[in-house]
């Protein structure tokens, strides 16, 4: 082999091995921006932030792996859009009032609380269908119940304008509400 041969030799592996340096530190770098973007998008945790990208950068590539593997599973975004479609689906379930034992949203069809076992309903003694223990008469027939009026029942009050003012309607010409 002639000197000069050997010289172009080495000349193109120092090309080839800066070529190969600048790639993989591209990559690296890439993987840097990745990741602190993708923890931005999962965590409003600085420290989260900081941890995830401190990992990255002193720990090449396998702590990209590592990233990945606990990282937060959910972005934020599908935990918005999560919460949002529970409550369209708590909305949907007919949950349209809550439990006077332990105020957790209930159907207006149960009978009883599924967690505390309190009576939700309660058949009305004239015409059997159910009323709410805080009515004070009957939805369906008009019945007077002679039940205190009471406790919280923050959603259905807003919901059940309709049935109060019927209700009070009956009532005045059978005992003469106060106030109207
Ligand atoms: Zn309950
Ligand atoms: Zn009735």
Do not use: K
Not at 62 to 89: H, Q, S
Not at 97 to 108: A, I
Not at 136 to 159: I, L, N, S, W
């Amino acid at each position: 082999m002639s000197p000069e041969f050997i010289n172009t030799l080495g000349v193109w592996l120092e090309v080839a091995v800066t070529v190969m340096g600048a790639m993989v530190f591209a990559l690296w770098a890439g993987t840097v921006v990745w990741t602190i973007n993708d923890i931005r998008a999962r965590s409003w945790d600085v420290l989260a932030m900081i941890l995830a990208a401190v990992l990255v950068i002193l720990v090449p590539f396998a702590g990209l792996v590592v990233y990945i593997l606990v990282r937060p599973r959910e972005t934020l975004a599908d935990t918005y859009n999560r919460a949002l479609e529970e409550e369209a689906l708590l909305r949907e379930a007919n949950v349209s009032f809550f439990c006077t034992g332990c105020s957790r949203p209930v159907r207006d069809t149960w009978v009883f609380c599924p967690h505390c076992q309190v009576q939700l309903l309660q058949a009305c003694p004239a015409c059997g269908h159910a009323v709410r223990p805080e009515w004070t008469v009957c939805a369906q027939c008009g019945t007077a119940r002679g039940v205190q009026p009471a406790q919280q029942y923050p959603q259905a009050e807003a919901g059940a304008e309709p049935w109060d003012q019927a209700s009070d309607a009956r009532s005045a010409s059978a005992e003469q509400v106060p106030g109207r």
